[in-house]
């Protein structure tokens, strides 16, 4: 949460910086600012988006060649415009952006105001910049070496860059716990929350590693030491990020895009791997750890939000290709709950970020526990993947939407891969069955490009009737419970419309005491596995009165009889259901999002990348 954005070159800094700010306004949209040194130190905030700070400094001096600029998501205090990014030092002569926590900040705080600090916002970033300047002063130290030693003081995570009024050649950055990148181009740094606002001006990035510090001069390499003052050598990295992928390409919205980009991103997630002509699967980032999978005694996948959902599908699917017994858990529940660990435990965590703040924490718990620990990550050297064991990426590309979409189906391709590949290796499933999944996996990109013709129009209409409902329920039984979450957790997330998600079965011990003839029923309710059983949980919603929008299998009969609108779906394995029964809904929720005017790409409170608890 919070995004940074940070320039130092030949450049004129302010443009550089608001098109980094749009890039990074996923990770948080409460208050946005911008602080640039020409001469003056010249800082600019305002509560809301990007826009609303864009519309404030027009007219006003931001010219300069070094600055740093913030989009936050609110912690400490609420989001008004004293409580934005950048925030200035007691003098006024130092600036700092950050994202994170510092824990010990009221203490630190208190400490300070005995000493005649005085603070205008209720921000723990205030108080770092304020004990970085007091450094400063008493002992007597250039910028770098007061921005360590305070670091040294700090309990909590941070990724921060500071700048100094009295010196516009020099940025200082540094992280733990939140991500930092810094790009290296010809005469110019950038530094950014993730390589999206760097990748059009340069390529080479480094990686801040947690406690490490950058000290970026006009004119020369790059500097990068410990917090306790170790020297390190940068190890750069070549992006290779498309810029198409951060545009919307012709669509409204980039959810919609991402929803319509995903025969593609799945087509990504797969390549390479799935080896359609030798009947293999071969992931090759835990190539190493296979055997360790294989011979797992438990599985226990840890993730948050829709990362959850994937994680569920994924126990169906380990479960019943494998036999290896699956949990699957919050990581926020997880990593405090003492829950026994074993070294023969197999951790899966899956996110799209990698940055996370439970799931990193709980990775990190089960790791010192232990426990082999893979990581399923979209975002490429984001923490998540290094702080695993081995992991593989989804390759799905950037996901924009705060409100997940392709990064789902990519995280359930994933782990469909990884079953069947287990589920062979260990003769747990026939070479031919094997075959025969691959086979239909291979297929599922069509077959979803099918879907997105054939559901587009249907889903616009049925939205159109029920864009002004309070509730939804979702039902889905076997590997369509966890579809049933996911539809409504995209419908809660962007159109504010209340929406659980059940298993069709479970209805009868609560939620069917909520049905009439006002509430929409979303039953997923494929002609495979517990079909009948489905039927029977439709005709429960239907004697009751609630609408019935069903998922059915193309040419259905039975549960279009008795459905007030059916959206078909092809008919395909029943393990790869989730991949094709997930599209409509989240065309459903987008359309209901669109008709409500709601800002479907950043939702309100919401923040795509959750890196605080
Ligand atoms: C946030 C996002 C969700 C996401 C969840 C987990 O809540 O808004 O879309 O599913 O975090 O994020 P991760 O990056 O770990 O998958």
Known sequence: MCGIVAYLGDKQAYPILIKGLHRLEYRGYDSSGIAIINGNLNLYKRKGKVEELEKFVKGKDVSGTIGIAHTRWATHGEPNDENAHPHFSQNKELSIIHNGIIENYNSLKEELITRGHVFNSDTDTEVLIHLIEDVQENENLDLAESVRVALNQVVGAYAIVVISKN???????????SPLVIGSGDGEFLIASDATPIVEYTRKVVYLEDEEMAILERGKEIVLKSISNIKHTPYFQELT?????????????FMLKEIFEQPHSIRESMRGRLRLGQGIISLGGITEYKQKLMNAKRIIMIACGTSWHAGLVGEYLFEELTRIPVEVEYASEFRYRKPVINEDDVVIAISQSGETADTLAAIKMAKEKGATILGICNVVGSSIPRETHAGSYTHAGPEIGVASTKAFTSQVTLLTMMALMIAHDKGTITNSRHQQIINALNDIPEQIEDVLKTTDAITKDIAAKFKDSRNFLYLGRGYNFPVALEGALKLKEISYIHAEGYPAAEMKHGPIALIDEEMPVVVIAPKKGNYDKVVSNIQEVKARKGKIIALVSKGDTEVRAVADYVIEIPDVEEMLVPL???????????????????????PRNLAKSVTVE
Do not use: W
Request: aromatic share 6%; with cysteine; proline share 2%.
């Open 167 to 177: 010196d516009n050649n020099t940025l200082i950055a540094a992280k733990k716990g």
């Open 241 to 253: 990020m498309n810029l198409d992928v951060l545009e919307k390409g012709g669509y409204e919205h």
């Open 580 to 602: 094709v029964a997930t599209i409509p809904l989240q065309l459903l929720s987008y359309y209901i999002a669109v008709m409500r005017n709601c800002n479907v790409d950043q």
